[in-house]
Structure formats: C-alpha cells, structure tokens
C-alpha cells in the first residue's frame, strides 16, 4: 500500500483574536439556533472581514473593474508550489532573498519571512519590494504568497506591490503560516470560495508533500 502523503496546514485558526488591519472587520459567531427539545441542530451564523487569516485578494481589491473574487480562475491556486526561507529579511523582500532558489522555478512561490508568524497585529510585518514582484513574474511566477498580513507595507498608501500583481496578472495569499515547513517544493492547495462580488476570500491553505 502506498504510503500517504505528508500534509501541512499553512492557515491560521480564524478567531475573534486574529490579528487584522485597523479598521477592518473582525471575526465575530454567534449562534441563530441550538440543539434543543424543539431544534434538532445547532446553527452559526459569522461576519468578518473576507481578509482575517489566510486569505486570497480579489484583483478587485486594488483595481476597480477588476475581477471580483468569485470570476477569478481556479487554476492558480492548485499544484507545484515552491517555498523559499527569507526569515530576517526586513522591511521587504527583495530579489536578493529569492535568486538562490531561482533555478526550475515553479509558478506558485511562498515566502516565509517569519521566524513564527505573528498572532497579534505588528505593523512592521515585512512585505514584498515591488521589483521582487516583478522579478518572480519575469520567471513564469503565477502566484505568490506570503507569511504576513500584506504583499505592501502596512503604511503604503500606494500599494506598489499589488500594483505589480495588477500589471502582471499574478494572484497573491497572505496571512499564511510557513513556521514549520522546510524550504522546497510542495502541491499546493488554496482554493477561494465563490464569494460573489467580493475583494477577497479566506483559504484553508495546505502544502502537499509530492509524490
């Protein structure tokens, strides 16, 4: 029998407690219907932000008459994924952190740049350098993640980053957790809910070991 292939869980546990932007929305549950002698299930009902723990932005998140999160394809967000270490890298992710692992480049990339993920808002997280962005498009990158709350610095107002996601046609995770997965290649799965006209859908985001 073949032996099964090792999975990681690269999402965060999505809690009032999640650390988000100040000012979005945070989790909240509450609970429409409980089991009891007249109601035969417990019912939840959420609200939060589409951008608490890991999550997948929309290209309408930072373009108007852009794709909303429901019309965006699927394809990007499954199959070979390579994760690259930049833990220390600060503030930003720079092409000097990723052309070590430049070589057959796969077209879904994932930064770790936390030595743990954080669990309270920081805003000083690092982001991406817009050229880093370009770069990884450059070499056939589809997609790219990161361990952080945002591909831009907290206090951009600009969001060049994302605008290079815009120009290049490239979709983007953030939020993930990558403490605990070596640098390599993986299958990745993360896919989107079909939330129509939204800027962004929350991900159960998991690495594959591959076969």
């Not at 100040?22 to 509450?30: A, F, I, S, V």
């Not at 019309?71 to 000097?96: E, F, K, S, W």
Request: one cysteine or more.
């Amino acid at each position: 029998m073949p032996r099964s292939l090792r999975l990681w869980d690269i999402s965060p546990t999505v809690s009032p407690d999640a650390p988000i932007f100040p000012g979005d929305e945070p989790y909240q549950l509450r609970w429409t219907a409980q089991l009891s002698p007249g109601c035969p299930v417990n019912l939840s009902a959420i609200t939060m932000s589409p951008h608490v723990g890991a999550h997948a932005d929309a290209p309408l998140h930072y373009a108007n008459d852009a794709p909303a999160i429901a019309d965006v394809p699927l394809d990007t967000y499954l199959g070979r994924c390579r994760v690259i270490h930049a833990v220390g890298a600060a503030p930003l992710i720079t092409v000097d952190h990723l052309r070590h692992a430049e070589h057959d480049l796969p077209p879904r990339v994932l930064v770790r740049a936390c030595e743990r993920a954080d669990t309270q808002w920081n805003p000083h997280f690092t982001a991406y350098a817009p050229d880093a962005v370009q770069w990884l498009a450059e070499r056939g990158v589809r997609l790219i993640g990161i361990d952080t709350p945002s591909v831009d610095p907290a206090d951009s107002k600009v969001l060049d980053s994302h605008q290079q996601l815009r120009r290049h046609d490239l979709r983007v995770l953030e939020n993930l957790v990558l403490d605990d997965v070596p640098a390599g290649d993986y299958e990745l799965i993360a896919l989107p809910l079909k939330l129509q006209g939204a800027c962004a859908s929350p991900v159960r985001a998991i690495l594959r070991e591959l076969p």
